[in-house]
């Protein structure tokens, strides 16, 4: 990280006060995106404070800078969500310096949990490919009625449940203690297919907002043998 100037730490219950400011931009980042999060109150973000389950980052004076949270669903999975970084202090490092931090505490908290997420944003799934993180269907994601429940504020919500909650705009990734790769082979992984990843993504984005898209105008013959099978498998088209 860049700033020597932040600091990066679990959250207080003091930091409290930087909640509307958190949950304020996490909804103009998303609108800026045109892709949407689900949404959440600064009554939402303060419980998670107070519970020791989030990671913020602040200045030696007082700003906020990011922040990110931890949910756990089933007993079995945790999601670290929410991530969020102030835009003057964005393509600094801080991201990536939220996401180590919260990963860490996650581990420590819940030690034999998968934990996943979902991400719309490419660098996202370059540092999560840091920490070990693989990118896997939705089918191995939890199936916990209230997590999908957080997505209905989401503006793509229509396009989940439209495809039985195998698919939408956000890729999922997911790292498991009990089966994984290192995270130099997931780096290592990630770096030899981000141009596949992102012509994926850009992929998704254009078939899920044409739901009057003949699905079958497009199945002649062709090759990308194996670009094609990363479609099927990650997307299920």
């Known amino acids: 990280m860049e700033n020597s100037n932040i600091i990066i730490r679990a959250a207080l219950p003091t930091d409290a006060q930087y909640a509307k400011t958190i949950t304020d931009e996490m909804e103009s980042?998303?609108?800026?995106r045109g892709t949407g999060i689900a949404k959440r109150t600064p009554e939402y973000v303060t419980q998670k404070m107070n519970e020791g389950k989030a990671v913020i980052a602040i200045t030696t004076g007082g700003e906020w800078v990011g922040f990110c949270y931890i949910e756990t669903w089933e007993g079995e999975y945790v999601a670290n969500s929410g991530l969020i970084v102030a835009p003057k202090f964005r393509k600094s490092g801080v991201a990536k310096a939220i996401k180590e931090k919260i990963f860490r505490l996650s581990r420590e908290k819940y030690p034999n949990a998968k934990i996943f997420g979902l991400t719309t944003g490419l660098a996202v799934m370059k540092i999560n490919s840091e920490l070990g993180y693989e990118p896997v269907t939705y089918s191995e994601l939890t199936q916990d009625e209230k997590?999908?429940?957080?997505?209905?504020?989401?503006v793509n919500y229509e396009i989940l449940m439209s495809k039985d909650r195998k698919n939408c705009m956000c890729t999922a990734m997911l790292y498991d203690p009990a089966d994984h790769y290192e995270p130099a082979e997931t780096k290592k992984y990630f770096e030899e297919n981000k141009n596949i990843f992102e012509r994926l993504m850009r992929f998704k984005r254009w078939k899920l907002l044409k739901p009057f898209f003949d699905k079958h105008s497009n199945n002649g013959n062709g090759g990308g043998g194996g670009v094609k099978a990363m479609f099927r498998y990650f997307f299920h088209f």
């Open 29 to 32: 980042s998303a609108q800026a």
């Open 147 to 154: 997590f999908w429940a957080g997505c209905k504020s989401c």
